[in-house]
């Protein structure tokens, strides 16, 4: 009996250590203005368990990354007009940035040969919230009478779509609506003609576990105490001068995230 129950023990959390590690996330890096659309290089990224290397070091969390890839057309009012996948690829470990710049470079590159004479994006600032409803730049709002979801930003408000044309991988993520999801960073995006805002959602764990929060008063100080204020921060790298302009997004426990995009003329 006792060795069935430390096997039972082992099992819950060999599985409970497998489901922490699994996550999804969905970007989009603008390239330019094509016939007063938008070119993207969309990624879907998603984290789970190296089970190779773990079969006999079951307690030894390792992680792998898939990136699926694509080159997406938005119009301004972020109606999706089509995408075309052109990459799926792994890597393993911590860090997915050298397979991410790997497959926007691809993307740059058909791009580039696609449409030649594009008005193209220079990244302007980048900045994190640490999963907030209101940042330095951009605040998110949904009005629950009206069922409207506005980013706010420069005193102006902005409707927002959430991705409607879901998939089946993607089928039991999407809410509906802004109130579920944080700011977790900011990105703005200029051609010569208008601006691009884009405000990273997302969910998780730690946010599910009232863990993170925007209220100081909430901030535990006893040591142990997982709870912590949640503060703006800028990046340690130069997000302007960054040749291939990618980054890894934060990412929580069970995690979920997507880009939302507007476009200010």
Not at 14 to 25: E, H, N, V, Y
Not at 132 to 149: A, F, T, V
Request: glycine share 4%.
């Amino acid at each position: 009996m006792k060795i069935g129950l430390i096997l039972v023990v082992f099992l819950f959390q060999s599985l409970s250590a497998f489901a922490c590690l699994f996550a999804k996330q969905y970007k989009l890096f603008p390239v330019g203005i094509n016939n007063d659309n938008i070119v993207f290089i969309e990624t879907h990224i998603y984290r789970a368990e190296d089970i190779s290397k773990n079969d006999k070091e079951r307690n030894t969390l390792k992680i792998k990354w898939e990136i699926k890839t694509y080159i997406s057309i938005y119009n301004k009012s972020q109606d999706l007009i089509s995408k075309t996948e052109i990459d799926d690829s792994e890597i393993k470990g911590d860090s997915y940035v050298q397979l991410l710049k790997t497959s926007y470079a691809k993307g740059l590159f058909q791009i580039e040969s696609l449409y030649p004479n594009l008005d193209h994006f220079t990244a302007e600032y980048l900045s994190f919230c640490d999963y907030q409803k209101k940042c330095k730049r951009l605040e998110i709002q949904h009005d629950s009478l009206n069922k409207k979801d506005t980013f706010k930003y420069k005193k102006q408000d902005f409707n927002v779509k959430l991705p409607s044309n879901k998939n089946d991988e993607e089928s039991d993520t999407f809410t509906g609506d802004l109130s579920a999801y944080f700011l977790n960073s900011i990105r703005v995006y200029k051609t010569k003609h208008l601006e691009l805002v884009i405000g990273h959602l997302a969910t998780g764990h730690e946010v599910s576990m009232g863990w993170i929060t925007d209220n100081p008063k909430n901030k535990s100080n006893e040591s142990g105490d997982p709870i912590h204020e949640a503060k703006p921060y800028d990046p340690d790298f130069e997000f302007k001068e960054l040749h291939i302009p990618v980054y890894q997004e934060p990412i929580m426990h069970h995690g979920y995230g997507f880009d939302l995009f507007i476009v200010k003329n």
